[in-house]
């Protein structure tokens, strides 16, 4: 575009140069639009798949924490009905040893 000084209206001439010139750097601002729209679509498909892959393996560990939570518990019920049961054994085996006390001091009194 030629500059002009001289305070003179724009020919046909500068208005088409000017043009051009928009032209151009409308199609270079398209051609970068393309690529940053391009680069974004790739790292939006690229942090959808991270993404999808940590909820697998959150899942995944997920899964594994809530496993080993039920088997803990079933362990803790079974160490309870064990205690329960040995209590109840003891219980017995202490009522059988002051009952078997008290026979002995019958016998040992009738000799």
Do not use: F, W
């Amino acid at each position: 575009m030629v500059e002009n000084n001289n305070n003179q209206p724009a020919t046909k001439g500068d208005l088409a140069a000017v043009r051009s010139e928009l032209a151009e750097v409308k199609t270079e601002l398209n051609q970068k639009i393309e690529r940053v729209y391009l680069s974004q679509v790739q790292a939006d498909s690229k942090l959808e798949q991270k993404m999808d892959k940590m909820m697998g393996k959150m899942d995944k560990l997920y899964s594994d924490i809530m496993s080993s939570y039920e088997k803990t518990v079933l362990k803790g019920e079974k160490y309870d009905q064990k205690a329960l049961t040995h209590a109840d054994m003891l219980m017995d085996h202490t009522e059988k040893l002051s009952n078997h006390e008290t026979r002995i001091t019958l016998l040992e009194t009738k000799k």
